[in-house]
């Protein structure tokens, strides 16, 4: 079920509480990146995640010099190397998680935020 306000909902099949999707991304910076020695730390996080019923998807992304960004809005695809935007700031990874409001997607955000040395970005999905 979706509403204008919240986004879509869908049953929680342990509680029968109303959950929330939200996209979390995570963010790195070119000129101060995160440190590389998270995975330990992210993997534990991640089986919290699934433990506690929060995990939907997640997924670390390569380097944005392997990026390809496609424009067909025009009469003929043109497709180009890289980031579709220049930034020192890239998208490095992504989550998924179902939350039942913003308030505990956003406690999560805050510990992941710091367990992998990055920034990170909460949107519900509409």
Known sequence: MTSPTTGPRRLDTTGDELQMQYLVSVIDDKSNPGSTDRQPAISAFNERLIAEGYWVFAGG???????????????????????????????????????????VALKLATEASKICDRKIEVRPFQ
């Open 61 to 103: 992304l390569a380097d944005t010099d392997t990026a390809t960004v496609i424009d067909n809005r025009g009469e003929q695809a043109v497709f180009s190397d890289g980031p579709f935007v220049e930034s020192k700031e890239y998208l490095a990874g992504v989550w998924v998680w179902e939350a039942p409001d913003l308030d």
